[in-house]
């Protein structure tokens, strides 16, 4: 009756973990819903799934792999970029044109 219950967040234990991105990115990943929507699309789970693999990749690469087109593939990991799973890797191509990506270390 008069007793109040403890408030938590949704995230709980796993709260911390979320935010761990760094201030230069325009939008960290702060709950387990975030993580849950950002990975829910199939494309960008794909995008992942193939960086685990722990070599960097391009564009043109990963639409290759995913069967997408290389401006889907390129919205997709934009929105990887801004919430700080991905970056730019220092990976130097014979052609120029192509910048490769990988995942961001913990």
Request: charged content about 30%; hydrophobic content about 35%.
């Amino acid at each position: 009756m008069g007793t109040k219950t403890p408030t938590s967040t949704i995230a709980g234990p796993f709260e911390n973990s979320f935010s761990m991105v760094s201030k230069r990115h325009k939008r960290s990943i702060k709950t387990p819903s975030e993580a849950c929507w950002l990975l829910g699309d199939e494309t960008r789970w794909k995008i992942v799934s193939i960086l685990l693999s722990g070599a960097p990749q391009a564009v043109r690469h990963l639409a290759a792999a995913t069967g997408r087109k290389r401006e889907l593939i390129s919205k997709h990991m934009q929105q990887l970029r801004d919430r700080g799973l991905i970056r730019r890797s220092d990976m130097k191509s014979s052609d120029a044109r192509f910048e490769y990506f990988e995942l961001v270390p913990d």
